[in-house]
């Protein structure tokens, strides 16, 4: 059996997507899976073991200049990338028409089909025109959990059950990046806490002073801080928080995603708004708080595991809730990493 996933971003959905591709190599270990998805995500998406083939599309960047002639290449050269191979399932799992309308174009084999959400449930995006476009609809609830939601839509159209624990299929990731760690800590390297403070939506975001004084309290506990950040705006941001720290605190240098994931994967844990990031971090095991100014954890947050929790809700949380639970996941986490805490299982399920 061939099938092609369909999800194209953004960066926390398409890891929260991650966990189907476990349950359909479960349920049927000869699937051949494939995936498109957004370019800036591909080498991410190309980590997830079980995946054969990403096929990278630029949505994004097309969008910019859509009928200029070094983007109608693009555009033709991916359709007929799309259509090399013959699906016997399509699943479109944005729900979107952007998303259906490439699931749609995709080639099926003998009795193939292309299927996706019949509705939409709360808090989740979706687009009725779906409904037309493709062949399958799966019912949803109402009201369920975001890798619940992606976790039913495959199960329902290739016919198993996804009734038990998620598993993000990341561990050879996992695995490589802590090996590296270790080397690099035994010729006196340090691992720290990555404060995963960045996020495109304003809402979201937590204070500078409350990133100080959550990082100022990490330090004093014996850890460093570290800093990812990606354009101007971000590295302003994080070369103020690190002026304020010291020398404790490393900003890192710009860096592709799949560097950007290796480096997570080797930390002590992560602390993180409702960001792509914190979604990666819980997809890598890493112990992890995710902080919530909206009330959307029930939706996105991490769940089932003891040292991945949520922070916050209908108000951002104070830097005292932040800490206390960040206390807790680190009790919590079995095992150690190097220089605190170290890959012994790979993703909490």
């Known amino acids: 059996m061939r099938v092609l996933i ?29 995936w498109v998805v957004e370019e800036a995500f ?3 998406v190309q980590k997830v073991a079980g995946v054969q083939r990403v096929l990278p599309i630029a949505q994004r960047r097309w969008r910019k200049s859509w009928f200029a002639a070094p983007t109608r290449r693009e555009r033709a050269a ?9 699906y016997d399932a399509v699943i479109d799992f944005q729900g979107l028409v ?82 590296k760690a270790k080397a690099d800590v035994a010729a006196g390297a340090r691992y720290g806490v990555v404060l995963a403070h960045g996020t495109t939506r304003a809402d979201n975001e937590w204070p500078v002073g409350d990133w100080i004084a959550l990082g100022q309290q990490l330090i004093a506990q014996g850890h460093t801080v570290e800093l990812p950040q990606v354009g101007a705006v971000e590295l302003a941001r994080v070369q103020g928080i690190a002026q304020a720290l010291g020398p404790q605190a490393r900003v890192w240098p710009a860096l592709s995603l799949a560097q950007v994931a290796r480096r997570m994967a080797a930390s002590r844990g992560v602390i993180g708004v409702d960001s792509g990031l914190s979604h990666l971090a819980v997809a890598l095991g890493l112990p992890h708080v995710q902080i919530f100014s909206q009330p959307r954890a029930w939706r996105a947050g991490p769940v089932g595991c003891a040292y991945q929790v949520a922070a916050g809700g209908d108000a951002a949380p104070t830097v005292p809730t932040v800490w206390a639970a960040w206390q807790a996941v680190s009790a919590e986490y079995p095992g150690s990493r190097p220089g605190a805490l170290a890959a012994s299982s790979g993703p909490c399920t």
């Open 6 to 34: 369909v999800k194209l971003s953004s960066l926390g959905d398409v890891v929260q997507t991650m966990p189907v591709v476990h349950d359909i190599c479960q349920a049927f270990p000869q699937a051949q899976i494939d």
């Open 42 to 44: 591909a080498p991410l």
């Open 78 to 86: 991916f359709a007929k990338l799309l259509r090399e191979q013959a």
């Open 98 to 179: 952007k998303s259906a309308l490439v699931a749609r174009s995709a080639r099926l084999a003998p009795g193939g089909f292309r299927a996706t959400y019949a509705n939409a449930s709360e808090a989740c995006a979706y687009e009725w025109p779906v409904r037309y476009l493709l062949d399958r609809l799966v019912p949803m609830p109402r009201r369920i959990h975001a890798v619940a939601r992606y976790r039913l839509l495959a199960a329902q159209v290739l016919g198993y059950a996804a009734d038990g624990p998620h598993t993000y299929p990341l561990a050879p990731l996992v695995a490589a990046s802590v090996a």
